[in-house]
């Protein structure tokens, strides 16, 4: 027995040493360092419990008391002497009984939380009513694993245990604790030892911490994102339907590009000419359709393809490859040395006078406009010129005959029919009646179709939409697509006809109704850009950007200058009106800002004065030659500058710019174009 009693002592000083429980205590967040005073009072009372009885394994109140600093040693003696008197002829204990009293006491110590330390402290308390039958609730708890695991060797189910009625009947126990003590994590193999890390060690690091409260918050996190959905069905459907729609719409644009890959590719695999053409075409349609798909079809080489394809001897074919090109956005070089702009103003039948100038034009150069000018632009009446001799190429004599014919159709009313419908429809003459003129003498041809021809400029027609809210926003009805990444200023497409082009460029308020295509309402061009020249230069510098300007040719339709009155006192109501319509539709501003920016030499301007003021539907014959009459003075006295824009305008490229050009189609061939899109 000696022995053991030195065995145990030993287990005891190496267990229980101050050392060894100082440092435990600290693993405890929350509690005072226990110092050294602590330390040896808690090594006296496990020395004492060690030396009695098994059946005692759970130390009393005052022992806690002493571990927490609380309560004074008076109490402590009065305790001990109580707790000694049952067990004073108790047998020697063994290792398993000291191993289980060192494992109570550690654990009563360290699996206790900071939160709820004084409810547990007043479960320690159990009332004892005989020495046996407090012998009896110790030896249940000290059989009890120290964390409630049912697994322990000597736990049973609480329905089964007989120690359960005891201690019932004696008073409350302390329920156990839910983090595991720290002898138990021992006692078990290695699997525990991750357990004890969480459970002693993660509270302590602040990494660790963090994860446990992030894991501990997604529950709640989405526990509320259930409970939101389930308060309000509606947003969450409508939610569901929002992300439908952009999956519907992801899929739809994936679809559509892989339909344009699978376009380009197919033009590499064939050799038939016929089956080509008809690839080409179906190209063509798909592009015209989704325009966004140009950068697609780029990156797919669809460029260098189409330029070798148009080499062809196949007329039908080169112009269906044309058109393919023109869609992607692709330009030829220009014919002259830099690009060459033609730009006519809006007026009505006052555009006889710029007929006039651009008659004596060709007379002097002996080539016709469409081979003269790389760019035709024109708003109102000018657009009618412009795709009259653009892309029609109608002979200058046949279309002053049919200018003149349509003005006579078109600007003839009975004033009371036309008062009455200028109070219904805020239009003097019949929008119907010049819709059905349009569509005999333009066809129902597409703007981009005029691409197919070799010979054909670009052409453009300026209307401004009403409906896009202030200020107002001008419309360019193109024949050509720019590059992918190229922005213009101005809106614009190609998919457009070209009656519906004029129609909608020429709805000046008060004489034609506004017009309706898609989702837009338009009117006069003349409303905003009334000398499109500006406009049409930069339209040159998307599609040529790194090609000079060669000339610049703005022609407008008259200009008559009336004397003011000297009254300084106001001015009458048609006056006020009067004068805003003429800052409205004022042409000159313009010719003044590009003559001070343009090169020497570059820009003209040919715009005749009239001595009688001719009113937009004149249709009249007499005065119409009246009309002509002050366009040929003007010219006469300004033949010099008429003669130095038509030498400038035929002015060859030189050797080397050919050469250059040459080698940059052959590039364009075989790797294509750079590009770098900015959308």
Not at 233 to 260: F, G, H, M, Y
Not at 414 to 436: L, R
Not at 633 to 656: F, I, M, P, W
Request: hydrophobic share 35%; net charge positive.
């Amino acid at each position: 027995m000696s022995r053991i009693r030195i065995t145990l002592d030993s287990v005891s000083k190496a267990v229980g040493s101050t050392d060894i429980i100082s440092k435990f205590s600290r693993f405890k967040p929350g509690n005072p360092v226990v110092d050294s005073d602590h330390a040896e009072k808690l090594l006296m009372k496990a020395q004492k419990v060690s030396s009695t009885r098994p059946d005692v394994s759970l130390p009393t109140k005052a022992t806690v008391e002493d571990a927490d600093g609380e309560k004074c040693e008076a109490e402590d003696e009065n305790k001990e002497q109580a707790a000694e008197k049952p067990f004073k002829n108790s047998k020697p204990t063994n290792m398993d009984e000291t191993y289980k009293t060192l494992d109570q006491h550690i654990n009563s110590y360290f699996g206790m939380s900071s939160q709820g330390e004084e409810e547990e402290r007043k479960h320690d308390r159990i009332p004892v009513s005989s020495p046996a039958a407090a012998s009896k609730s110790i030896n249940a708890l000290a059989a009890t694993p120290p964390s409630g695991d049912l697994s322990h060797p000597k736990a049973k189910p609480p329905s089964d245990s007989p120690s359960t009625e005891s201690t019932a009947a004696s008073g409350p126990v302390r329920p156990s604790s839910p983090k595991k003590g720290f002898t138990h994590y021992l006692s078990y193999p290695r699997p525990s030892v991750q357990a004890f890390v969480g459970n002693y060690i993660a509270p302590l690091v602040p990494k660790f911490r963090g994860d446990a409260k992030s894991v501990d918050k997604v529950p709640v996190v989405e526990a509320s994102v259930e409970k939101a959905a389930s308060e309000d069905p509606k947003a969450d459907e409508a939610k569901q339907k929002q992300l439908l729609a952009q999956r519907e719409k992801i899929i739809a644009r994936v679809s559509v590009d892989n339909r344009t890959r699978s376009l380009v590719k197919g033009l590499q695999r064939v050799n038939d000419i016929q089956l080509l053409t008809s690839r080409v075409e179906e190209l063509s349609s798909h592009l015209l359709e989704f325009p966004e798909t140009r950068g697609v079809a780029i990156k797919e080489k669809a460029i260098p393809c189409l330029l070798r394809l148009r080499q062809a001897a196949d007329l039908h074919f080169q112009a269906a490859v044309r058109e393919s090109l023109a869609l992607v956005g692709y330009t030829d070089p220009v014919k002259g040395r830099g690009v060459r702009v033609l730009a006519i103003d809006g007026g009505g039948t006052r555009g006889l006078l710029a007929l006039q100038t651009l008659l004596k034009l060709e007379n002097l150069t002996g080539k016709r406009v469409h081979q003269l000018f790389d760019y035709i632009c024109g708003v109102s009446t000018g657009a009618i010129l412009a795709f009259m001799l653009g892309i029609l190429q109608i002979p200058l004599e046949e279309c002053e005959q049919m200018y003149r014919k349509l003005g006579s159709d078109v600007f003839k009313q009975n004033v009371i029919v036309g008062a009455v419908k200028m109070g219904w429809s805020h239009a003097f003459y019949n929008s119907e009646i010049w819709e059905t003129i349009l569509k005999e003498r333009m066809g129902e041809g597409c703007m981009i179709e005029s691409s197919r021809d070799p010979n054909c400029p670009k052409v453009s027609a300026v209307s401004t939409l009403v409906n896009r809210g202030l200020p107002l926003k001008a419309f360019v009805f193109r024949n050509y697509r720019l590059m992918p990444g190229v922005r213009s200023h101005y809106l614009g497409d190609c998919k457009y006809k070209m009656w519906q082009a004029i129609r909608a460029s020429s709805a000046a308020p008060g004489y034609f109704q506004e017009y309706v295509l898609g989702k837009d309402l338009h009117q006069d061009g003349g409303l905003l850009i009334n000398n499109p020249t500006a406009l049409a230069i930069h339209e040159c510098k998307c599609l040529w950007p790194n090609t000079p300007l060669q000339c610049v040719l703005s022609l407008g339709t008259g200009r008559h200058e009336v004397a003011g009155k000297n009254g300084t006192t106001h001015t009458s109501l048609k006056a006020k009106l009067t004068n805003v319509i003429s800052s409205a539709t004022d042409t000159e501003e313009v010719h003044t800002m590009l003559d001070a920016l343009l090169p020497p030499d570059t820009y003209f301007r040919f715009n005749p004065y009239m001595s009688e003021d001719v009113p937009l539907n004149e249709s009249r014959v007499d005065k119409l030659n009246f009309l002509m009459g002050e366009g040929e003075r003007y010219l006469e006295r300004n033949d010099a500058k008429l003669r130095k824009a038509a030498g400038v305008l035929t002015q060859q490229k030189s050797a080397v710019q050919r050469l250059s050009e040459w080698a940059k189609l052959k590039a364009d061939m075989y790797e294509g174009p750079h590009f770098t899109s900015k959308l």
